[in-house]
């Protein structure tokens, strides 16, 4: 497919937005509420549990909570405390590291680095290698993950942010933390053969049974890059695995379940875009005919069913529960990620990466610098989540901002 771009002074200037957050988070902390602060503690937690051992008892248990959410979303304070999270600060370091690489203020550098500290701190106790999990008990239909269990939906990240402030400042110790983070990958996760092509892969070291879509596109990610990085052709094959699982599920219409279980057969925005990002990163790397047929059948379905009437971002087009809101912070910062990893190769990534960009700037920011996190049906849920939005927005947009400037310069 032809490479298109688009002239930079197309761009929206985001750069005040993003210099006004940066002095937010300064003041603010690197600690915040998140979107399960509700069921993080002893309470919420309970709750849930209940809520999956006996859906009708449980539903009554867990509805104040969801009506909180959709009505008082600052209740969350009374649940649970501010908590720090590895993947907000993966976010921030790959946030500051396009901001260095755009304005080359040592400033931006000097967070960058500062982010990867925290994250060598808040490393997975008991694991042989460098792994990411939740701060927090997490409580799921499948029983209650305890506090730093490494998760790969993580370790992407983490890799992504090393790896990219390494390049503006290489260190022998980041290099070694990356390696560290491919073995884990590649080695703690087990391994469930599919197909004659494809297998998928744990969740975490835990897992005993995969299926988990954007689990597999994230591994397949992380160790195509892992490959490349330290010329290992196991990382390559157990990649290639993963990406033929992911294909091979990809659904007729375009579309991918959260999971091959039949149970959770649900479609919704960010993790359709996980998935895409991940394989067009891969594409990226691999050059792909095969992957890049599938993103063309994904990015029809993307723009034609997960889009509102206002061509915004939308939470599901395929629904597990009632929705409490109508738009999602996050939702709009993987949006921009997404059009941002493809819109080279699909042109028509163009128009929704304006109009979110510009719909962020016209309604998301709020006047001490942060973003709105969630659109209700009446109002707005303005408690700032590093975890659910804040992080991930703000690397989306110096990304953006980057990534125009790049063109601007050629």
């Not at 909570?65 to 908590?83: D, K, N, Q």
């Not at 009437?309 to 599901?316: I, M, V």
Request: glycine share 8%; net charge neutral.
């Amino acid at each position: 497919m032809t490479a298109v771009t688009t002239p930079a002074s197309a761009a929206i200037d985001v750069g005040p937005i993003l210099e006004s957050f940066e002095e937010w988070l300064s003041g603010y902390g690197e600690t915040s509420w998140d979107h399960q602060s509700y069921f993080a503690g002893k309470v919420g937690g309970g709750a849930k549990r209940l809520y999956y051992r006996s859906p009708k008892v449980g539903l009554l248990a867990v509805a104040p909570m969801i009506l909180s959410e959709a009505v008082l979303p600052g209740a969350r304070r009374l649940f649970h405390e501010r908590i720090r999270f590895p993947i907000a600060d993966a976010h921030y370091a790959m946030g500051f590291a396009y901001r260095y690489a755009t304005t080359r203020r040592t400033e931006h550098l000097e967070r960058a680095v500062h982010f990867l500290e925290e994250l060598k701190r808040s490393r997975a106790p008991g694991y042989p290698d460098y792994c990411w999990g939740y701060p927090f008990d997490w409580v799921t239909r499948n029983g209650t993950l305890a506090r730093d269990t490494p998760f790969i939906t993580t370790l992407p990240y983490v890799y992504e942010a090393f790896s990219q402030v390494h390049q503006l400042q290489p260190r022998d110790e980041w290099l070694e933390i990356m390696a560290s983070m491919a073995r884990h990958a590649y080695s703690a996760l087990k391994r469930f053969p599919t197909s004659k092509r494809g297998a998928s892969c744990g969740y975490g070291p835990y897992d005993d049974k995969g299926g988990v879509l954007n689990a597999a596109a994230y591994r397949s990610n992380l160790l195509t890059r892992a490959a490349r990085d330290f010329s290992e052709p196991k990382y390559r094959e157990a990649a290639e695995e993963n990406i033929a699982f992911v294909l091979e599920n990809q659904n007729a219409d375009g579309s991918w379940y959260y999971a091959t279980d039949g149970v959770r057969d649900f479609v919704d925005h960010f993790h359709t875009c996980f998935v895409m990002k991940a394989l067009g990163k891969v594409q990226t790397l691999t050059g792909s005919q095969e992957i890049l047929a599938a993103l063309k059948r994904g990015v029809g379905y993307y723009l034609a069913n997960l889009f509102d009437a206002e061509g915004l971002p939308k939470p599901f087009s395929r629904a597990p529960r009632m929705t409490v809101y109508r738009r999602e912070l996050y939702d709009c910062a993987e949006c921009i990620n997404l059009c941002l990893v493809l819109r080279r190769s699909f042109p028509e990534m163009e128009a929704p990466l304006a109009r979110v960009v510009q719909d962020i700037s016209d309604h998301w920011v709020k006047a001490d610098g942060s973003f709105r996190t969630r659109r209700l049906h009446l109002g707005w849920d303005n408690v700032p989540m590093h975890r659910w939005g804040q992080s991930q927005m703000f690397r989306s947009l110096a990304y953006y901002r980057h990534d125009f400037a790049g063109e601007a310069a050629n």
